[in-house]
């Protein structure tokens, strides 16, 4: 199925606790340590002089994470597989709970209330949804577009129901994340750009309506070149989807979406258009990342932090203030340690045992580029504010622990890996 090539191996025991360390990938583990402990110097510098304690509840969600990690690695992932039906279950059950009787804050229904503490069960349904996508595409040869139906469903339930609370910005990391998945699985990317393609069609349909008769017939094009049988009517199907959605993206710009959430997508082109309303936090964190320099001002001694440009800076603008305090070595450094991980991660999904576990890794890369990218795009204003985190660095207790999930289960699928080349 997959185009990266992989021998089947028998299965093999997983290596017990007093050979854990001998095959820990240190890249996995010490990386976002590193991050966090940088985060939560950040974090109380943006919160300097306001008595606020949230760098300390970093630090602790990091540690009990580590140790999450530590056990995940030793359970082996092919045995999640019974249990993925009921987890989907669940965390559908979960979601629409939140919708009718989740808590509010800042004009979203997002959280359950718990003991004191808000959880975010949208931050959950990324793994959900990692989890069933790789179960049903590890089965997946893609000879045509009827394979997408099934990924595209069990996609589609947790996005709307995301969407509806409204949470924009996860909804659209349950997308990249799917992409991700099918490409990996065999997917022809004309076909990705053909999925890929309907934001272009909403776009066009919406802002310029002409030029749709340029753009359909491109469309066209590229599903009867690349669709392999029954090529006449699939090509009809993709036609007519992309006319509907060009017909409907008018009414779903202005019935669907809330004033704030099209202000977040239009006003990065031009943030100044509005500079204390949607453009604003746009405008400070460009302001406070120039401001920063070569080196920056230092740890703990930015100005444009200490003063609160930015309101909520320590969550989805912890990038303005790294870019005010280290300079931009200090980001390309961040951006270094990223990159690490991310390639780490492509490995261990290469060298998996299992196209199951391969998918799982792929999906979690995939989801981890999409917010690293579009969250640092959103601060320096080449993109949209749309509310994705910045992983292992952004202050939200769900999302980090979450995060620490996600590198317990490759971990896993990596000593498992590294267990059997040595026993080859």
């Not at 943006?46 to 690695?73: C, E, K, M, P």
């Not at 004009?107 to 503490?117: N, P, Y």
């Not at 509907?244 to 258009?273: G, H």
């Amino acid at each position: 199925m997959m185009s990266f090539g992989r021998s089947k191996i028998p299965n093999l025991k997983i290596v017990r606790n007093k050979k854990f360390w001998k095959d820990v990938d240190l890249i996995i583990w010490i990386v976002p340590i590193i991050l966090v402990h940088l985060s939560c110097l950040l974090i109380a510098s943006t919160q300097r002089n306001l008595g606020i304690t949230d760098w300390y509840q970093h630090a602790i969600i990091a540690y009990i994470g580590s140790f999450i990690v530590y056990f995940l690695a030793q359970f082996p992932l092919q045995d999640l597989k019974k249990y993925i039906i009921t987890i989907y279950s669940f965390t559908i059950l979960t979601l629409l709970y939140v919708n009718f009787s989740g808590t509010t804050a800042l004009g979203a229904k997002r959280w359950l209330s718990f003991a004191g503490l808000y959880i975010q069960p949208s931050e959950f349904a990324k793994l959900t949804l990692i989890l069933i996508l790789a179960s049903i595409l590890e089965r997946k040869t893609f000879s045509g577009l009827s394979h997408l139906i099934k990924p595209l469903l069990v996609s589609f339930l947790p996005w709307v129901l995301v969407f509806l609370q409204p949470d924009l910005g996860t909804s659209l990391v349950f997308g990249a994340t799917l992409l991700g998945m099918l490409y990996w699985s065999g997917m022809p990317y004309e076909w990705a750009f053909i999925i890929l393609a309907t934001f272009v069609t909403g776009l066009i349909g919406y802002l310029y309506q002409f030029g749709l008769f340029i753009w359909i017939p491109i469309i066209w094009f590229i599903s009867y070149k690349s669709l392999p049988n029954k090529r006449k009517l699939l090509t009809l199907f993709v036609v007519l989807f992309h006319s509907l959605i060009a017909k409907i993206s008018p009414w779903f710009w202005e019935n669907v979406l809330r004033d704030y959430q099209r202000d977040r997508l239009i006003l990065f082109l031009n943030p100044s258009k509005d500079p204390l309303g949607g453009g604003y936090h746009m405008l400070q964190s460009k302001i406070g990342i120039g401001s920063g320099g070569l080196l920056g001002s230092g740890l703990m001694q930015g100005q444009l932090t200490k003063l609160k440009f930015i309101p909520e800076q320590h969550t989805d603008f912890i990038f303005s203030a790294l870019g005010e305090e280290t300079g931009f070595l200090g980001t390309l450094f961040v951006l270094f340690l990223f990159f690490i991980l991310i390639f780490r991660l492509i490995k261990i999904a290469i060298e998996a045992r299992t196209d199951f576990e391969s998918l799982i890794v792929i999906g979690i890369a995939s989801m981890f580029i999409f917010q690293i990218m579009v969250n640092i795009f959103m601060t320096v204003g080449l993109g949209p504010v749309t509310g994705i985190p910045l992983p292992f660095m952004s202050y939200g207790r769900t999302a980090l622990f979450v995060n620490f999930i996600s590198l317990g289960l490759c971990l896993s699928v990596s000593r498992r890996g590294q267990s059997v080349r040595k026993n080859l």
